[in-house]
């Protein structure tokens, strides 16, 4: 069997993310330069966005201010044993920026995501699951983010965190795309998103605002 070949010069691609599909996931603009302070717009589309090859399953969850930055603890709990308290096995904490926080609330909003799942926890007759107080366990790992995707079908959600280095958002300067790194997914019962996203609206009122 004789494969066909051809000449025809492929148009160039638009702007990849490692891992992205073909269509571009981020664009950007820049707005300019005031004393010497770059100003640019970056939009980044979630849904095209690789994967985070991370994953952890969180059965509780914590949110914390911690001076300009929310932080997501999420943990596992101890194995089902009688009489015994279950005390978090492993904790995984993301940091967060306040930006980047009011930006993922400008972004559930526009979609109306928080009405959709509280009007999906009512209709089910579904109790959301208290947030917890979490402590210190033997296994913990803190990562950084500044962009958060989230989603739930029937009882079951996942949070997306991505970074987008500082470093990369001045590669904007000389022309160079910036590039989104997959942080980790968070997989976790809707129960228990129900009870994060409100608190997340109301934590956001302590964190400081970013003078433009």
Request: net charge neutral.
């Amino acid at each position: 069997m004789s494969r066909r070949s051809s000449s025809t010069k492929r148009p160039p691609r638009a702007l990849q993310v490692p891992g992205a599909t073909e269509e571009s996931a981020v664009s950007w603009r820049l707005k300019g330069t005031h004393a010497g302070v770059m100003s640019a717009e970056i939009q980044v589309d979630i849904s095209k966005l690789p994967v985070p090859e991370r994953q952890y399953s969180a059965d509780v969850a914590d949110l914390e201010v911690d001076d300009d930055f929310l932080m997501f603890a999420f943990g596992q709990r101890t194995l089902l044993a009688r009489n015994q308290p279950r005390f978090p096995r492993s904790v995984v904490v993301v940091s967060v920026p306040a930006e980047a926080i009011r930006r993922f609330i400008a972004s559930c909003s526009s979609v109306q995501f928080d009405e959709t799942l509280e009007a999906f926890i009512r209709r089910n007759q579904i109790m959301p699951q208290p947030l917890t107080r979490i402590v210190e366990a033997p296994q913990a790992v803190s990562l950084n983010a500044s962009i958060i995707g989230v989603a739930f079908s029937g009882r079951e959600a996942s949070m997306d965190f991505y970074y987008l280095s500082p470093t990369y958002i001045h590669r904007l300067r000389s022309g160079r795309p910036p590039i989104v790194d997959p942080v980790v997914r968070v997989v976790l019962r809707t129960s228990l998103l129900a009870s994060l996203v409100p608190r997340v609206l109301e934590l956001c009122d302590e964190l400081p605002q970013e003078a433009q």
